[in-house]
């Protein structure tokens, strides 16, 4: 992989955080209407997402670092994330 391809990945991980942080902000006013089952619903999503920015940032500086990083570290988080049924991250 390359530095461009770093980049790419850095730009997802910054679009996946702010998916997050925009549903987590609909989650909270959700929560104060009283609608606590779409309020959670949203939420776990944006933990979701929240975890592939992290993925996606660990291995864009895995490539900047030219490590590889743990294979079972990866593959356990990446389990976390198909679990919620959402779109997971690849090595």
Request: proline share 0%; charged share 30%.
């Amino acid at each position: 992989m390359t530095g461009q391809e770093g980049a790419t990945l850095r730009e997802q991980a910054l679009e996946a955080l702010e998916k997050s942080t925009k549903l987590l902000k609909i989650a909270m006013r959700l929560w104060s209407d009283g609608q606590t089952v779409e309020a959670k619903s949203l939420r776990d999503e944006a933990r979701t997402h929240r975890t592939i920015s992290t993925l996606l940032m660990a291995k864009a500086n895995n490539l900047d670092n030219d490590f590889e990083g743990s294979d079972e570290q990866f593959e356990y988080a990446r389990s976390r994330t198909r679990s919620r049924g959402l779109a997971s991250v690849s090595r």
